[in-house]
């Protein structure tokens, strides 16, 4: 009965996607092969912790989102007359600490082999950053400096989502993996726009009283107004979150490793664990692609108003407004594509959904946003000197010469982008996971984790130098090649995106049986 239970799993690893070919096995080997990993109780610890998982990543996307749109009037309060470059530096403090300390906090993890103490030491030190921000009015006249390493220190204690996804790959099965991304990433979407939204709704609570005048003291030790509210809000999911790692709750449960052991027929998780090599070109492959694929969100994201103002003659107040419902449009189809990935993956392949799903509509976003309009996009007043609606000729002379995008081209765009990145970024995440096997994936997952902050400090950056001075048709144009070479490279080592062989290598399959394409056909029944 072992060696049919044995058997099942292997089966099940090698499909990888919850599609399980049982081979004849009965009903009793199916209930052997779960007893040879866990008992019932083991399985219900292992599944509170990944809810816990769940919330962690939740709540570390809403910590960053939540103090976006009050930064600035903020830190104008704070120091009236701040300058916009100072607020370009709280901004990216934020990805700045989590990406230097990611690859550090997934090596402690590995070395610590265990979750938990990393994770209760960066859920304190995201309190404390917390409480700092909401406290800057103790600072003064220093306040912008310690808002900045208030912020710092958040993303520093963000990294901890290494630690999280590392946690989820070594406590799912390999059946169970895409499902358990699929709801990562749906809790990180969630946690980007409840963030905003808390912060609007402390909007009622004011200003709050105006700071004393220096050498007047620092007024009352605690302030409760619209701009500290996100601090302490941070502050009180963050404890919630850290009582929840105490051990009444939260439990090591791992499993990947033992799914390893009985698989290869190892004698221990050790030696299945030193009997599977992650597959590097694969590996580094995945993690360029994810590169681009979070460059190609993060771009648009960033450059969507001014490109609507300059493309449309919208006004600042119509940017904004219309600007919100389509984000928010957005959000719900990328929370609909999250939902809808388990079942696409139980009739088609995963490789296949990600290469003809994720990365082909991302690049078929950039294609829609290179303007092919019948005439040059309007023109801006001249002489205008704040931005406002029309396309500004004396600081982008490209405004003359550009063909205008047309609004039909921009809602398909972003409609393309928010289902591919929605399930591209999931898809690579749960490839990543299988390709690196069982093994403590800390450290790589860092790799994964800093991949996606240099595109988050890149976008800006790109859209500076290369949308102000070249136009829509060089930016959108660099993004659909850099798309295109992704999606050929993960063609290239497409037989190479799966889980460590569980059996000897058998011979190659003849040029053209199992083609990519094939990963579209919807499943045949099981026999």
């Known amino acids: 009965m072992e060696k049919e239970a044995a058997k099942m799993l292997q089966s099940e690893a090698l499909e990888g996607n919850g599609s399980i070919e049982k081979n004849g096995l009965t009903a009793e080997a199916g209930k052997s092969c779960m007893e040879l990993l866990?008992?019932?109780?083991?399985?219900?610890?292992?599944?509170?912790?990944?809810?816990?998982?769940?919330?962690?990543?939740?709540?570390?996307?809403?910590?960053?989102?939540?103090a976006l749109t009050g930064v600035w009037p903020y830190l104008d309060k704070l120091e009236p007359g701040a300058k916009k470059e100072m607020l370009g530096l709280v901004v990216g403090a934020n990805p700045l600490g989590q990406l230097l300390f990611s690859p550090l906090l997934g090596l402690w993890a590995n070395r610590a082999k265990s979750a938990r103490i990393p994770l209760l030491a960066t859920l304190a030190l995201f309190v404390i950053?917390?409480?700092?921000?909401?406290?800057?009015?103790?600072?003064?006249?220093?306040?912008?400096?310690?808002?900045?390493?208030?912020?710092?220190?958040?993303?520093?204690?963000?990294?901890?989502?290494?630690?999280?996804?590392?946690?989820?790959?070594?406590?799912?099965?390999?059946?169970?993996?895409?499902?358990?991304?699929?709801?990562?990433?749906?809790?990180?979407?969630?946690?980007?726009?409840?963030?905003?939204?808390?912060?609007?709704?402390?909007?009622?609570?004011?200003?709050?009283?105006?700071?004393?005048?220096?050498?007047?003291?620092?007024?009352?030790?605690?302030?409760?107004?619209?701009?500290?509210?996100?601090?302490?809000?941070?502050?009180?999911?963050?404890?919630?979150n850290f009582l929840l790692f105490l051990p009444w709750c939260f439990k090591d449960r791992t499993i990947a490793a033992r799914e390893a052991m009985i698989v290869h027929g190892k004698n221990s998780e050790k030696e299945a664990l030193k009997a599977i090599k992650p597959d590097l070109v694969s590996s580094w492959t995945l993690v360029g692609a994810f590169f681009v694929l979070v460059f190609n969100f993060v771009l648009l994201e960033t450059l969507a108003t001014?490109?609507?103002?300059?493309?449309?003659?919208?006004?600042?107040?119509?940017?904004?407004?219309?600007?919100?419902?389509?984000?928010?449009?957005?959000?719900?189809?990328?929370?609909?594509?999250?939902?809808?990935?388990?079942?696409?993956?139980?009739?088609?392949?995963?490789?296949?959904?990600?290469?003809?799903?994720?990365?082909?509509?991302?690049?078929?976003?950039?294609?829609?946003?290179?303007?092919?309009?019948?005439?040059?996009?309007?023109?801006?007043?001249?002489?205008?000197?704040?931005?406002g609606g029309g396309c500004p000729a004396a600081t982008q002379p490209w405004c003359e010469t550009s063909r205008g995008l047309t609004i039909t081209q921009f809602f398909l765009g972003y409609a393309c982008i928010s289902v591919g990145y929605s399930l591209g970024v999931t898809l690579i995440q749960t490839i990543f996971s299988k390709v690196l096997g069982p093994r403590p994936q800390?450290?790589?997952?860092?790799?994964?984790?800093?991949?996606?902050?240099?595109?988050?400090?890149?976008?800006?950056?790109?859209?500076?130098?290369?949308?102000?001075?070249?136009?829509?048709?060089?930016?959108?144009?660099?993004?659909?090649?850099?798309?295109?070479?992704?999606?050929?490279?993960?063609?290239?080592?497409?037989?190479?995106?799966?889980?460590?062989?569980?059996t000897p290598a058998t011979p190659a399959a003849p040029a053209g049986q199992d083609h990519e394409l094939h990963a579209l056909q919807p499943e045949q029944p099981s026999r």
């Open 129 to 240: 950053a917390s409480v700092l921000y909401s406290q800057l009015h103790l600072t003064r006249p220093y306040a912008k400096y310690w808002m900045v390493f208030a912020r710092f220190l958040v993303g520093v204690s963000s990294a901890n989502i290494v630690v999280a996804r590392s946690y989820l790959s070594a406590a799912t099965l390999v059946s169970e993996r895409t499902r358990a991304v699929a709801w990562v990433s749906l809790a990180q979407v969630l946690g980007f726009a409840v963030g905003p939204a808390l912060q609007a709704a402390a909007a009622p609570l004011g200003p709050g009283a105006p700071y004393p005048a220096a050498g007047e003291g620092a007024g009352p030790l605690l302030r409760l107004d619209m701009y500290t509210a996100a601090g302490w809000i941070n502050a009180i999911l963050g404890l919630v």
């Open 38 to 66: 866990e008992t019932e109780e083991q399985r219900r610890e292992r599944w509170r912790s990944v809810y816990v998982i769940y919330f962690t990543m939740f709540q570390m996307s809403l910590g960053f989102s939540i």
């Open 306 to 387: 001014s490109l609507t103002m300059d493309q449309f003659a919208w006004s600042k107040k119509q940017a904004l407004e219309y600007m919100g419902a389509l984000m928010s449009a957005g959000a719900i189809v990328a929370c609909v594509t999250f939902a809808l990935i388990g079942p696409l993956t139980k009739r088609f392949e995963e490789r296949g959904l990600l290469l003809w799903g994720g990365f082909l509509l991302t690049g078929l976003a950039s294609v829609l946003c290179i303007p092919w309009g019948p005439g040059p996009p309007p023109l801006a007043p001249p002489g205008q000197l704040e931005a």
């Open 442 to 502: 800390g450290v790589w997952m860092g790799v994964l984790t800093g991949a996606g902050c240099v595109s988050r400090a890149l976008g800006p950056v790109f859209v500076s130098a290369v949308y102000a001075r070249r136009g829509p048709d060089a930016t959108f144009g660099a993004t659909a090649a850099l798309t295109l070479a992704a999606l050929l490279a993960l063609r290239l080592v497409y037989s190479r995106l799966q889980p460590p062989p569980a």
